[in-house]
């Protein structure tokens, strides 16, 4: 079974500042043309998720380019170039093609310092 | 666009069934890979079931087979997720989610429902 750990469980930063949040997952991520079938997800109290990033790299329609993606095998990032208020969130990252075929992280707190 | 939009809360008794609907407008649902996730209060997301693009069926996580059934309606685009043998650990926000599929490949969501809360107890 494929178990994604994100890390760290609570980041507490600045508005300006850089984040960078981990995803690691215990067996490689399932691949398709060369990027790892990984999404992101930010999620506010009281709403429904929205996907920030698909395909370990690519912008979902209206994401702003201050978010971005990366990674391969087990290892995927995503990272907040400057932090604007409406960014303190939760983030989740979701595997697809392991077992189970559908899994997420457990969620990085992104709080306001 | 997509627009998803779930039925109401609802309150169970343990042992009790479920069944919260889905309604698709924007798109017609018999073109989405329509799927489940909930949320237990203050936890994270959990993937239910849905359709797979590679199975080409409706898949269901482990821990819920033989609980859950999903399913949908063509002629109303609705779609259904039923739960059965309700506890106290089901109580959560289900959400159903999707894409579409000139957007994106279809394993990750970028339209989801309002969220439906369902509180189990006695």
């Known amino acids: 079974e494929i178990v994604l750990t994100q890390s760290p469980g609570t980041l507490s930063l600045s508005p300006g500042e850089r984040a960078t949040l981990s995803c690691r997952a215990s067996?490689?991520?399932?691949?398709?043309?060369?990027?790892?079938?990984l999404a992101w997800y930010q999620q506010k109290p009281g709403q429904a998720p929205r996907l920030l990033i698909y395909?370990?790299?690519t912008r979902a329609t209206g994401i702003p380019d201050r978010f971005s993606g990366s990674g391969s095998g087990t290892d995927f990032t995503l990272t907040i170039s400057r932090l604007e208020p409406e960014d303190f969130a939760v983030y989740y990252c979701q595997q697809y093609g392991g077992s189970p075929r559908y899994s997420f992280g457990q969620g990085t707190n992104l709080e306001i310092k | 666009q997509v627009q998803l939009v779930q039925s109401g809360a609802e309150v169970k008794k343990p042992g009790a069934s479920v069944k919260v609907s889905c309604k698709v407008s924007g798109y017609t649902l018999a073109e989405l890979s329509m799927h489940w996730v909930r949320q237990a209060p203050g936890k994270g997301l959990e993937w239910m079931g849905g359709f797979d693009p590679e199975d080409g069926e409706t898949i269901y996580a482990r821990k819920f087979q033989g609980r859950v059934t999903m399913t949908e309606d063509t002629s109303t685009d609705t779609a259904y997720m039923e739960l059965s043998s309700l506890r106290s650990e089901d109580t959560a926000v289900y959400y159903c989610?999707?894409?579409?599929?000139?957007?994106?490949?279809?394993?990750?969501?970028?339209?989801w429902g309002q969220g439906t809360l369902v509180t189990v107890s006695s």
């Open positions: 395909g370990t790299s």
């Open positions: 989610a999707t894409a579409r599929p000139d957007e994106m490949p279809t394993i990750y969501w970028s339209y």
């Open positions: 067996q490689s991520v399932a691949t398709s043309y060369l990027a790892s079938y």
